[in-house]
């Protein structure tokens, strides 16, 4: 049996509170009322056996909240944001206070072993026990809250409404629970594309990353949809002033909604910088404009502040290392699309090659850019690509994969998708545009990658040069067509642009640099042959 926290006397009535909800059930259906929505920020908690271990802040989930025809009762739905049930709990308005009391359930949890574990949300205290601090149920059972002004604001920051569950009769804390909850109304409209044709541009952000975006103009108003994947009917606007063009922050892009998961925010278009971390890059959200160069007759936008970062966030509020972000997009620049041409080339940028015979298969990471040779961006779900090991397409078949490496692709195939991956053997390495293989066919030289893009208006597919890995040399070559020998022939002919050399992490180095590094060499025609050279 767990350790008590509290009184033996406080425990006795806990245990028979318990043992009389045990029978009950959690309410899951819309109560009657007034049914409003609110967007919800919190101090988010997660313990282990009530110890504190990381306080999270969370920002920009809907959440709905029923008043009552009576003018008192209050229902709220979902009250602890990271424990998403669908549960109802009851609260009282008086005064401009609204009143919840502890405990209620909010979840009957099927254990493994048949039984059944009540949960509930239940009013907690903090403090210190053995020098630790600690998240106990409070003797004072009601969490109070203000209504005003279309606002619901928790009064009590240094108490938690948590969750409690009744295993073996008791209720102690499980350690998960919110302080500092604020209910606010969604003030914002979206913004809507006017009527008329849109212009056709591309929005490119990173090496090789991009998206085709549509772009309006009016007056000295600047549109554009299609910068975010998962919403590309999101509409952020713009203001022109001369050379420049500049996109405040905190623009509501709606909400997205996750039935399966409950989950459901307010999004917002963000400004961002870089912060500081040891571990993963955090990003600050900012309320400063995004800020453009703008030049109208080439029809091109460059970020400004090269600094700066556009992100989608749940929730507007700035000034905190975010965690809560829906995409990233640095380095942006925007140009008018006047016709695509063909896929940009693969590369291997230092490829992570692995090559085992002896267990009977093979790894590599690609890169396979989203943009064609001008650098305008691709449609993502129209491009598809090949491997070739030699000069012969390999045929991805998920009965030559060990385990299921494959899994989901069906039929065989010798072209894949441009954006499947099943987290296994075809899957994404930190962007879309990397892509990490396995491989089952061991009898090659050269490792070759193609991709292709077809045309949704007339169907017509276009594919790029094929980039070639040499295992045996560790040397990159481009290709017209398919061949095992002398791919470098291929460019020789070709006029150089330019030779950089770099070192093992990507860093430029000096003429004067002694040690390994990789020559890169770039031709007219946009051919990239890289290979690894030892400068003494």
């Known amino acids: 049996?767990?350790?008590?926290?509290?009184?033996?006397?406080?425990?006795?009535?806990?245990?028979?509170?318990?043992?009389?909800?045990?029978?009950?059930?959690?309410?899951?259906?819309?109560?009657?009322?007034?049914?409003?929505?609110?967007?919800?920020?919190?101090?988010?908690?997660?313990?282990?056996?009530?110890?504190?271990?990381?306080?999270?802040?969370?920002?920009?989930?809907?959440?709905?909240?029923?008043?009552?025809?009576?003018?008192?009762?209050?229902?709220?739905?979902?009250?602890?944001?990271?424990?998403?049930?669908?549960?109802?709990?009851?609260?009282?308005?008086?005064?401009?206070?609204?009143?919840?009391?502890?405990?209620?359930?909010?979840?009957?949890?099927?254990?493994?072993?048949?039984?059944?574990?009540?949960?509930?949300?239940?009013?907690?205290?903090?403090?210190?026990?053995?020098?630790?601090?600690?998240?106990?149920?409070?003797?004072?059972?009601?969490?109070?809250?203000?209504?005003?002004?279309?606002?619901?604001?928790?009064?009590?920051?240094?108490?938690?409404?948590?969750?409690?569950?009744?295993?073996?009769?008791?209720?102690?804390?499980?350690?998960?629970?919110?302080?500092?909850?604020?209910?606010?109304?969604?003030?914002?409209?979206?913004?809507?594309?006017?009527?008329?044709?849109?212009?056709?541009?591309?929005?490119?952000?990173?090496?090789?990353?991009?998206?085709?975006?549509?772009?309006?103009?009016?007056?000295?108003?600047?549109?554009?949809?299609?910068?975010?994947?998962?919403?590309?009917?999101?509409?952020?606007?713009?203001?022109?002033?001369?050379?420049?063009v500049y996109f405040p922050s905190k623009q509501y892009l709606g909400r997205i909604t996750d039935q399966e998961t409950y989950n459901d925010y307010y999004v917002y278009f963000m400004s961002a910088q870089e912060g500081e971390s040891d571990f993963i890059t955090p990003y600050i959200p900012l309320s400063d404009e995004l800020e453009f160069d703008y030049d109208p007759e080439a029809k091109t936008l460059v970020l400004t502040n090269e600094d700066r970062y556009a992100m989608v966030k749940y929730g507007k509020n700035t000034g905190y290392e975010s965690t809560s972000h829906a995409m990233l997009k640095g380095q942006i620049k925007m140009a008018h699309i006047d016709e695509l041409d063909v896929p940009a080339t693969p590369s291997f940028d230092m490829p992570f090659f692995r090559y085992d015979l002896e267990y009977g298969w093979g790894s590599i990471e690609v890169n396979i850019p989203m943009v064609d040779v001008k650098g305008n961006a691709l449609l993502r779900d129209n491009m598809s690509y090949s491997v070739y090991l030699d000069d012969k397409k390999l045929v991805f078949d998920e009965e030559d994969a060990l385990y299921e490496n494959y899994k989901g692709l069906g039929e065989p195939t010798d072209e894949l998708p441009y954006m499947f991956r099943n987290d296994l053997g075809i899957d994404y390495k930190t962007y879309p545009n990397k892509r990490y293989l396995m491989f089952y066919k061991l009898d090659f030289e050269k490792f070759g990658v193609q991709s292709y893009y077809t045309d949704p208006a007339t169907k017509e597919k276009t594919s790029s040069k094929i980039a070639y890995y040499n295992r045996l040399t560790e040397e990159t070559s481009v290709a017209d067509t398919p061949q095992s020998a002398s791919l470098e022939s291929t460019v020789s002919e070709q006029e150089i642009e330019n030779v950089t050399y770099t070192d093992l992490t990507g860093r430029n180095v000096m003429p004067d640099y002694k040690g390994v590094c990789v020559k890169t060499v770039r031709y007219t025609d946009g051919t990239v042959m890289n290979s690894k050279v030892v400068r003494k």
């Open 1 to 244: 049996m767990k350790q008590s926290l509290f009184p033996l006397a406080f425990g006795l009535l806990s245990i028979s509170f318990a043992n009389a909800q045990a029978a009950e059930q959690p309410v899951m259906e819309t109560p009657a009322g007034n049914l409003r929505n609110f967007i919800v920020s919190s101090t988010s908690y997660s313990s282990q056996f009530g110890v504190f271990i990381s306080a999270d802040f969370h920002d920009g989930f809907h959440r709905e909240v029923v008043f009552g025809d009576d003018g008192v009762t209050v229902w709220f739905k979902d009250p602890i944001t990271s424990y998403l049930t669908g549960a109802w709990i009851k609260g009282e308005l008086k005064d401009d206070i609204i009143t919840v009391d502890t405990p209620q359930l909010i979840k009957l949890n099927e254990k493994s072993d048949g039984t059944i574990e009540p949960i509930y949300v239940q009013r907690l205290k903090n403090v210190v026990i053995d020098g630790k601090k600690k998240w106990v149920i409070d003797e004072e059972t009601a969490m109070t809250y203000t209504f005003r002004n279309d606002s619901i604001i928790s009064n009590e920051p240094e108490v938690m409404l948590g969750l409690i569950d009744g295993e073996d009769g008791a209720l102690d804390p499980i350690g998960i629970g919110e302080t500092n909850v604020i209910y606010a109304k969604v003030q914002e409209k979206v913004s809507k594309m006017p009527e008329g044709e849109a212009e056709l541009w591309s929005w490119n952000y990173y090496p090789k990353q991009a998206s085709q975006i549509e772009v309006m103009f009016d007056n000295n108003e600047m549109y554009m949809t299609g910068f975010w994947d998962d919403q590309p009917t999101a509409c952020i606007k713009g203001r022109v002033e001369g050379n420049k």
